[in-house]
């Protein structure tokens, strides 16, 4: 029932900036964990940063803090990151994930991606030096 859709990926030169959208199709992002992954090649999905909506906590790794933000926009249904002075590290390719949580939920979305139920069909970044 729920479908998402990323944009926005690319190849930029270490320092550049890209910015990725993904789009849902459920009616409006209530009581959602929403998140970006990413997958380099040889290594593990890793998350990358989590938001939950409509309180507005976030979760970012160490390694993209100050770089990078995750935001949303209710009204279009539609996730972001924004990924500024990128570094050849960051490559991979990067997926949006979903999970609808219960009214009492804490708020906290954490790092784990087998823990998200809906997921996009992920959007290649590449950087290079």
């Known amino acids: 029932q729920v479908q998402l859709v990323e944009s926005g990926g690319g190849s930029v030169q270490a320092g550049g900036s890209l910015r990725l959208s993904c789009a849902a199709s459920?009616?409006?992002?209530?009581?959602?964990?929403l998140g970006w992954f990413r997958q380099a090649p040889g290594k593990e999905r890793e998350g990358v940063a989590t938001?939950?909506?409509?309180?507005?906590?976030?979760y970012y790794t160490d390694s993209v803090k100050g770089r990078f933000t995750v935001s949303r926009d209710s009204a279009k249904n539609t996730l972001y990151l924004q990924m500024d002075s990128l570094k050849p590290e960051d490559t991979a390719v990067y997926y949006c994930?979903?999970?609808?949580?219960?009214?009492?939920?804490?708020?906290?979305?954490?790092?784990?991606?087998?823990?998200?139920?809906?997921w996009g069909q992920g959007t290649q970044v590449t950087v290079s030096s």
């Open positions: 994930a979903l999970r609808p949580v219960s009214p009492w939920f804490d708020g906290r979305c954490g790092e784990s991606a087998d823990w998200f139920s809906y």
């Open positions: 459920a009616n409006s992002f209530s009581r959602y964990c």
């Open positions: 938001l939950y909506t409509p309180g507005g906590n976030t």
